[in-house]
């Protein structure tokens, strides 16, 4: 059955492609593996950096990005989920790709993935290699989309690989402990390709750095051993550091506020260095590039409203942690909406303490299946005292929280960060 678009309408294309493909996870690469072949292998054509992680690799792939884009290349990146437009996933020179681009893909292929049984994941990635590769990209910044090991985006052979780090969250498809998920991430290392090492904590580094060399990986690269951070400094504007290696310092500031922030930067700056020859970018010059960088919904700010995605509870910290070193005018109010299979107690709980009251609320494109239980979420709140109200429309939460506080901060998961962001018609492209 084909796909017959009259008015070749975006949106009906999209709407054709999520009908035919199911939402679920089905982790395994036979599926995408096919669908490539059917397109010619475009992933076999493109120069690649993967990347993993817990938390972080979004802020990791951004600087990379922005690093490569200095240097006069074309860069290609590819992320998810979106936050307002699905065209966010697949960026060309900071752009989405065109919409007729998706249009032009989704006629001609949309059967062959409903053929193939393709889940959405799979289907989006296989066509980012072909946008990527039709639109001649110099290098593509790939960031996996759920663990690493059996994710669609592993059917790389990558120029680096990295991952960020490890904290628990997925347990249903990753494993319910630091450990079990390590060797997961680190399904992406390859034999005989760089790997890089964010993570911090000594033991689950090494088991990542182990797994790394049983794949063959080489060199394998532990960030934390190379150098640290030292004098790290978080104000509105970004993050500055010493990044001391060997002895020597080297400045370092990045548009992106907080203290993980340092450690971001320093993987990408890791990944960049371990790059081919003919890529690789003198680290002063590389630092340079990263102080203009802003990524959209990971502690971006628009006047009174700070958009952030954190969905576990590490993230929270991070989040709430970078509230106390900026800090903004307050009181600050926390609208949270949180997907109902992520451990919203630890969310609520990390940002207590820096922030004066919630405001629950549902977001409106979080799927109906994994739909919060916001009347338990504000019970858990006041039981702690804490200053917390259920405003379970959407619209009425957003209308209301900017006259409970002088900061907003919006909050639990790309769903809730992507519906506020367009209604108050901030674009995650343009600003």
Not at 22 to 27: I, P, V
Not at 50 to 73: D, F, P, Q
Not at 410 to 421: E, K, Q
Request: proline share 5%; aromatic share 6%; with cysteine.
């Amino acid at each position: 059955m084909g796909l017959q678009l009259r008015h070749r309408d975006y949106r009906a294309a999209l709407d054709f492609l999520f009908a035919r493909t199911t939402g679920q996870w089905k982790l395994g690469l036979e599926r995408v593996e096919g669908f490539l072949g059917a397109l010619g292998d475009p992933h076999r054509r493109l120069r690649t950096l993967h990347v993993a992680g817990t938390n972080g690799k979004g802020s990791v792939c951004a600087s990379i990005e922005a690093v490569l884009r200095a240097r006069g290349l074309r860069v290609a990146k590819y992320t998810s989920p979106h936050l307002v437009d699905f065209r966010e996933r697949f960026l060309i020179d900071g752009a989405p790709v065109p919409e007729e681009a998706i249009i032009d893909f989704l006629e001609r292929w949309t059967p062959t993935v409903e053929k193939l049984g393709a889940t959405f994941f799979e289907a989006t990635t296989a066509m980012a290699f072909q946008l990527f590769v039709d639109a001649r990209v110099d290098v593509a910044v790939i960031e996996t989309g759920l663990g690493g090991r059996l994710d669609a985006t592993n059917v790389l052979t990558p120029m680096v690989a990295g991952v960020t780090g490890i904290a628990i969250d997925h347990v249903e498809w990753l494993g319910t402990t630091r450990e079990a998920i390590a060797p997961e991430k680190a399904g992406i290392y390859k034999a005989g390709v760089p790997a890089v090492v964010g993570e911090r904590d000594e033991g689950i580094r090494r088991l990542l750095a182990t797994e790394a060399a049983r794949r063959g990986a080489s060199p394998v690269r532990l960030v934390a051993e190379e150098g640290y951070a030292d004098g790290v400094t978080v104000t509105g504007r970004g993050t500055s550091f010493q990044w001391v290696r060997g002895g020597r310092g080297l400045p370092v500031t990045t548009g992106l506020p907080g203290r993980h922030q340092a450690s971001n930067a320093m993987v990408a700056l890791t990944m960049i260095d371990a790059l081919p020859s003919d890529l690789r970018v003198e680290a002063e010059t590389a630092a340079r590039a990263l102080e203009g960088l802003t990524l959209p919904g990971r502690f971006s700010r628009h006047g009174a409203w700070i958009f952030d995605v954190a969905h576990n509870p590490d993230g929270a910290g991070v989040t709430a942690e970078t509230l106390r070193a900026v800090a903004p005018p307050g009181p600050v109010v926390a609208l949270v909406s949180v997907l109902g299979d992520k451990d919203w107690r630890g969310i609520l709980s990390a940002l207590s303490g820096a922030v004066q009251r919630f405001i629950l609320t549902n977001a409106p494109t979080a799927p109906s299946s994994r739909t919060w239980v916001a009347t338990e979420a504000l019970e858990y709140a006041r039981a702690r005292g804490w200053e917390a109200e259920l405003i379970a429309d959407f619209d009425e939460a957003l209308a209301r929280a900017p006259g409970l506080g002088a900061t907003v901060l919006v909050t639990g998961s790309f769903h809730t960060v992507g519906d506020a962001m367009a209604r108050l018609q901030v674009s995650p492209t343009t600003g």
